[in-house]
C-alpha cells in the first residue's frame, strides 16, 4: 500500500522567504510524486513529477522538489514566496507497477504568506 | 488545450434525491478518474476508466454510486439517494494513456451540497 505524509497543516511565511513543504511517502515499490496546488473553490493544477529521472525536479511558477530516497522525502522549495502562491498544497504518490495509476494524496498545506 | 470540464460547478439537493455530474476530459487523454475531496482533506479515489472500460474501483464508491463513459470520451458520475456524507467536492481528472506516471489533469470540481 501506498501513502503519504505532509507535515504541518498550515505554513505562514513572509513575502520573499523561502518556501519549504515537507513529504513523506510509503511505498513499497519505486514511486512516482507529485506535488499539486489548489486554489480556493478551483481544482488541482500540477506543479511537477518526479518519474526517476532526475532527483531534482523543477516545476512551475519558481518551485522545485527534491527526491531522496533514504529519507523517503519529496520536499517542495521556492527560495523567494510571492504572495500569489498562497493557496493549498497536496503532494501525491502512484505506483510503477501493479496496474494502478490511482493518485493517494497528502492532507494538505495550506501555505499563508505574509506581506 | 481546453483542460478538463465539469458540470455543474455548484449543486445543492434535498437528502434521498439523485444526482448526476459531468466530466469531459482533455480530448486525447483516454484514461479518466474520479475523485471526491471533502473540507480539510485531500482527494480520495473513487473510480477509474480506460477509455469505456471501468477498470478500478475504491471502497468507497458504494452500490449508490454509478459512473460511466459510454463512448469512452465524456465520463458521468451518478449518485442515488444521496445522504448527508456524500456533501463534497467532486473531482474529475484525465490523463494520456501510455504507461504509469502520466500526469493527471483535474478539473475545477463539482460542490455537492445536500440539505
Known amino acids: 500500500a501506498q501513502s503519504v505524509t505532509q507535515l504541518g497543516s498550515h505554513v505562514s511565511v513572509s513575502e520573499g522567504a523561502l518556501v519549504l513543504l515537507r513529504c513523506n511517502y510509503s511505498?513499497?515499490?519505486?514511486?512516482?510524486l507529485f506535488w499539486y496546488v489548489q486554489y480556493p473553490n478551483q481544482g488541482l493544477q500540477l506543479l511537477l513529477k518526479?518519474?526517476?529521472?532526475?532527483?531534482l525536479v523543477k516545476g512551475i511558477n519558481g518551485f522545485e522538489a527534491e527526491f531522496k530516497k533514504s529519507e523517503t522525502s519529496f520536499h517542495l522549495t521556492k527560495p523567494s514566496a510571492h504572495m500569489s502562491d498562497a493557496a493549498e498544497y497536496f503532494c501525491?504518490?502512484?505506483?510503477?507497477?501493479?496496474?494502478?495509476?490511482?493518485?493517494?494524496f497528502g492532507k494538505g498545506t495550506k501555505l499563508s504568506v505574509i506581506p | 488545450d481546453t483542460g478538463v470540464s465539469q458540470d455543474p460547478r455548484h449543486k445543492i439537493t434535498k437528502r434521498g434525491q439523485n444526482v448526476t455530474f459531468r466530466c469531459d476530459p482533455i480530448?486525447?487523454?483516454?484514461?479518466l478518474y474520479w475523485y471526491r475531496q471533502t473540507l480539510g482533506q485531500g482527494p480520495e479515489f473513487l473510480t477509474y476508466?480506460?477509455?469505456?472500460?471501468?477498470?478500478?474501483k475504491s471502497r468507497l464508491l458504494s452500490d449508490r454510486f454509478s459512473a460511466e463513459r459510454p463512448k469512452g470520451s465524456f465520463s458521468t458520475l451518478e449518485i442515488q439517494r444521496t445522504e448527508q456524507g456524500d456533501s463534497a467536492m467532486y473531482l474529475c481528472?484525465?490523463?494520456?494513456?501510455?504507461?504509469?506516471?502520466?500526469?493527471?489533469?483535474f478539473g475545477d470540481g463539482t460542490r455537492l451540497s445536500i440539505l
Open positions: 481528472a484525465s490523463s494520456l494513456g501510455q504507461g504509469v506516471g502520466q500526469p493527471q489533469h
Open positions: 511505498s513499497s515499490v519505486p514511486p512516482y
Open positions: 518526479y518519474t526517476s529521472a532526475a532527483t
Open positions: 501525491a504518490v502512484t505506483l510503477s507497477g501493479a496496474g494502478s495509476y490511482q493518485l493517494t
Open positions: 480530448s486525447e487523454h483516454n484514461r
Open positions: 476508466f480506460q477509455n469505456e472500460a471501468q477498470l478500478e
